[in-house]
């Protein structure tokens, strides 16, 4: 099945359609903020206050209301499930919630409602696994990139699921969630309110569509995963390199200097072996304007394409073009042109060796 979105010159998205057919509707208020959502099977409407925090949900089984602080902080919610009255550790929109009125909450560790208590494990950003006091799993769940659940068994319950480490808090009614000061759709990826610090092109997005690599526990200031993901990311990036090296030791002994096509083969079969095929972008040398033939040809330039700091810019030089001394913000371009705003590796093959970039996006 094929969805096909339709947006606005705003990023408002306005519809959801498969073929002709419009499966799910959105209306925006003059703030640009999402005041009804409509499908087939509902139509929900959403109210807000001068602060644009979301004051009422109705076409819920439940009208939900929610009161807040001077902060945005949501201090209580009525929904389905009762009335929560939130006590967290302090006064803002990340400080942890210990209490509800219907549970008692550790942070990142369990949860205790009745006389029950449940433990949350979970991995770099969701909590998926639940175990009772006898360690025995109790219920499982699984997300998508963007928080939809997408399997699991057992009973796995509360608010902190999908990112619940850092504090999202999930809503079974309005199947959305709190992200501090804004509500996320996980259906659509997508912020019902914009950005109020109106940051980058999209003021709508989650994560900066990087979902994968990124938290928002305030819903306006994303941040990588980047310690953990860097160290996985690099202990990947130099068993590459010292496979790759010991496949050229390898080709050299041979086939002499006439390599550059089968080395660029073996760092491509070598990076999918890894799972990394898609994060890695192999710089080839130029001649005249065309791909060398050999690995050390005779007035060959060094790479393709040639990265490193030059003053107080970064000199890239497209050997195609002759153009270089670009700047930073036009290196970013550059490499996501080729990963797409996704962490990855350029090697460089060059005729006195090879050399390797690793690209971390910028969020900030």
Partial sequence: MTEDYVYDDGDKLLEIKVGS????????DNAGRTTKIQTSAYTRNFSYDYESRVTQITGLATTNTFSYNGLDTRTKKVDAGGTSNFQRVGAYVTDAVVADGSAAYTPGVSERRSSTTKYLHAGLKNADLQTNSNQTNTGTRRYDAYGNVVGGVGSYG???????KFGYQSSEDSGLMLLGHRYSD??????LTRDSLKD???WYSYCNHQPLISADPDG??????????????????DFLIEKVWDRIDSHLGKHGSSIHKHFAEAVRKIAKELGLDDYVHVEVPYKNGKPAEKWRAKGSVTPD???GPLDRHWAVIDCKTGKQGLTRKELRAYEDSIFGGRPGLIIEVGRKGMKYHPVWPDLF
């Fill in 305 to 307: 394409v040639a990265i």
């Fill in 186 to 191: 996980s259906s659509t990826g997508r912020f």
């Fill in 200 to 202: 980058g092109r999209n």
């Fill in 21 to 28: 057919t419009v499966v799910k509707d959105f209306d925006y």
């Fill in 220 to 237: 306006l200031l994303p941040f990588f995963l980047q310690p953990l993901l860097r160290y996985l990311f690099n202990l990947g990036i």
């Fill in 158 to 164: 509360g608010p902190f699921g999908y990112a619940g």
